[in-house]
């Protein structure tokens, strides 16, 4: 088996580990932000000084601020992974809401200084890495990761402190060739609910603790172990697109899928490109390498979809699998 778990610490010098900053860098890939679209990167340090915080129009309390999520979630990763080594937050926003101070108010814009402007993202995503836990699927380098969106939209802002908070979390795998996130459901919290702090610290908890990091990749590595051919990657590229079109009551009969046009064209795409993930010379691709092809296409995805569809991406590269082995039929390939 070549999932089994690596665990690095600074002193040691195994023959794989990732436990230098230019071995590291040397494993990514260019491309090495996790999601690009429409987003920016930001450090700690601006996200919790100089954004402002959203609040209730009803009471002008502030809702769980976005630098709070992230330190919660570092918190509790320290005290899960005790001993393990926890790199910073990676930071991606996106839709900036601009604002100004009262006393700019009459000022033209290209006249505004620095310190009269107020900013805040309405969309954020981290990633917090754990470089010390290092797995291989197929001489891919895997890492630990942990992280969660937050996105204001998804709040009722008109109304009070106490409403419903909205929080995205997940625990799962860096693929360190491509930066591609992989995100099982038993990883993941599509929607926590929380309205204080305490409730969002005991939500994140209970999801670290349960999560089976083995049975993930036991899942993933399996992929390895089963292709399909140019023909039936043609199908499926074809039944995919054709899914998006069907009536409302044929769809509830099909596995959902969660990408669009934009997706499967780099899909297919880097089935000739991806020098990392593209088919064989005989026109084969493992559904390990079509798994990275959609979550590699995943990363021009919004921030509010992005997970989902990466949980998505392993739902719909197993079920293929079932297909192929003939488990189970399955309308994409079948």
């Known amino acids: 088996m070549r999932h089994s778990l690596i665990r690095v610490t600074p002193q040691a010098e195994p023959r794989l580990t990732v436990s230098s900053n230019k071995e590291l860098e040397a494993t990514i890939s260019n491309s090495s932000a996790f999601i690009a679209a429409n987003t920016v990167p930001i450090v700690f340090s ?111 802002l008109y109304n009070k402190k106490g409403a419903a908070e909205h929080f995205k979390v997940f625990i799962g795998f860096n693929n360190l060739v491509c930066t591609n996130l992989c995100v099982k459901t038993d990883g993941y919290l599509a929607d926590l609910k929380v309205s204080h702090v305490d409730q969002l610290y005991s ?35 074809g039944r995919c697109r054709m899914y998006q079109h069907l009536p409302k009551e044929e769809k509830k009969q099909i596995p959902a899928l969660l990408f669009g046009d934009s997706q499967l064209t780099a899909v297919c795409r880097d089935y000739y490109r991806d020098p ?22 995943n990363k021009s995805t919004y921030i509010d979809q992005f997970l989902d569809r990466s949980v998505n991406a392993l739902e719909f590269a197993t079920q293929i699998q079932g297909a192929v082995q003939g488990h189970a039929s399955n309308w994409y390939v079948n």
Request: with cysteine; proline share 4%.
């Open 46 to 156: 601006e996200l919790q000084q100089e954004h402002i915080i959203p609040v209730y129009v009803k009471d002008n309390e502030p809702l769980i601020s976005q630098a709070d999520f992230i330190r919660t979630t570092q918190e509790i990763a320290s005290t899960i992974f005790s001993g393990e080594r926890i790199q910073s937050p990676q930071i991606r926003c996106s839709h900036p809401i601009k604002g100004r101070i009262p006393e700019a108010k009459d000022k033209p814009a290209n006249q505004l200084q620095d310190w009269e402007r107020t900013l805040y993202y309405e969309r954020m995503m981290f990633l917090l890495e754990i470089p010390s836990v290092v797995n291989t699927i197929d001489n891919n380098q895997l890492t630990l990761t942990i992280g969660g969106v937050k996105a204001y939209n998804l709040d009722n």
């Open 203 to 237: 939500g994140i908890q209970q999801l670290l603790s349960s999560y089976d990091q083995h049975q993930h990749l036991t899942q993933m590595h399996a992929l390895t172990e089963c292709s399909i051919t140019e023909q039936q990657f043609a199908q499926l590229l």
């Open 276 to 297: 990392s993930f593209c088919k064989q010379e005989d026109g084969n691709i493992s559904l390990w390498k079509l798994y990275n092809l959609l979550t590699g296409a």
